[in-house]
């Protein structure tokens, strides 16, 4: 009878413990969103978190823009940002019709018929036509093409601005 009672307390015990640790953790998890951690403490918690666990990681505080590139930014890249503005648009008009898919071309692509060597694609997957999510820097699903202003390391004046267009964050990150 002894030995009943002492396995059914440790049985009792290991499951309280278990119990406590899985509530710690989805506790942790839940909260995580609210938390700000440093660069190297950021990496830490990425590193050692579980393989079935995902995060979104989105810049704070950037405004995205579209509009007057050409009044703040370089010219080159802001015809680049239009020639990816206007190719994302006529991408996700082409892909309204099932029959239809978009031939991706270096400058303006065209909406054709799909056949074995022209599919349909994702025009909001961020390795097509869409370009990273600021909501969602390491997801695939991106959104329209766009550049944001930062401050220039040169300067102290906040009127001396920065253009970073979308296909350049990834070597930011």
């Known amino acids: 009878m002894h030995i009943y009672l002492s396995s059914l307390l440790i049985i009792i015990l290991i499951l309280i413990l278990i119990f406590i640790f899985y509530k710690y953790n989805i506790y942790v998890i839940e909260n995580f969103n609210t938390r700000v951690l440093s660069q190297q403490k950021f990496d830490k ?18 405004k995205i823009q579209r509009e007057n590139c050409f009044q703040k930014c370089n010219a080159q890249d802001c015809v680049k940002l239009y020639m990816k503005t ?15 898919c978009f031939n991706k071309l270096d400058t303006l692509g065209d909406c054709n018929m799909c056949g074995n060597n022209l599919k349909q694609l994702n025009c909001n997957h ?6 990273i999510n600021p909501n969602d820097i390491f997801g695939l699903e991106g959104v329209e093409p ?3 202003e930062v401050a220039s390391n040169n300067s102290n004046s906040p009127f001396d601005k920065k253009c970073i267009f979308c296909w350049e964050l990834s070597s930011f990150i």
């Open 86 to 100: 206007e190719n994302y648009k006529r991408c996700t008009e082409c892909q309204k019709d099932k029959k239809k």
């Open 146 to 148: 766009y550049y944001i």
């Open 45 to 62: 918690f990425i590193l050692n978190k579980p393989s079935n666990v995902s995060y979104k990681v989105g810049l704070k505080d950037v």
């Open 126 to 131: 961020k390795n097509d036509i869409g370009c």
